[in-house]
């Protein structure tokens, strides 16, 4: 296995970089190019609407052949509706762990668990999630 270190532009960890940056950044055009995005394809712009200020940060990356194993840190402001919660103005962060197969330079097959109790729970959208600013532990960094 690799770090996401590795700075070949064809190799599997590059390919992911690159097709989620443009994704995190609000571009639609990968999910047309890389079949195993279709079900992000779905959740995703809405998940940009009720974040506008969405950023993701890569925290490590690992490579096995043509499968990429992905950590990111999401953080945003609740500024708009999800899942039927109205915006709050509350920033929230919370990780996602993703694994992805790319083949022939293309996202063919995509997992992705993302820290959804840790997101409800910062907009309050949970009965115990209503805890006090910085009561939460932050996240490994």
Known sequence: MRSHSDNNVDSPAAVVRSVFTRVFAGDVAPFATNPGLASLDKVFPGMLRAFPD?????????????????QWIFRGTHL??????????????????????????????????????????????????????????????
Do not use: W
């Open 80 to 141: 708009g509706e999800f899942h039927g919660v109205p915006p709050t103005g509350k920033s929230v962060e919370f990780q996602n762990i993703s694994i992805c197969e790319v083949v022939e330079g293309r996202i063919v097959a995509y997992n992705s668990e993302i820290g959804a109790l840790r997101l409800l729970m910062q907009i309050g959208a949970l009965p115990f999630g209503a805890a006090k600013a910085g009561a939460e532990p932050a996240l490994a960094r």
């Open 54 to 70: 969405f950023r993701a940060e890569l925290k490590q990356q690992m490579v096995d052949g043509n499968r990429v194993a992905s």
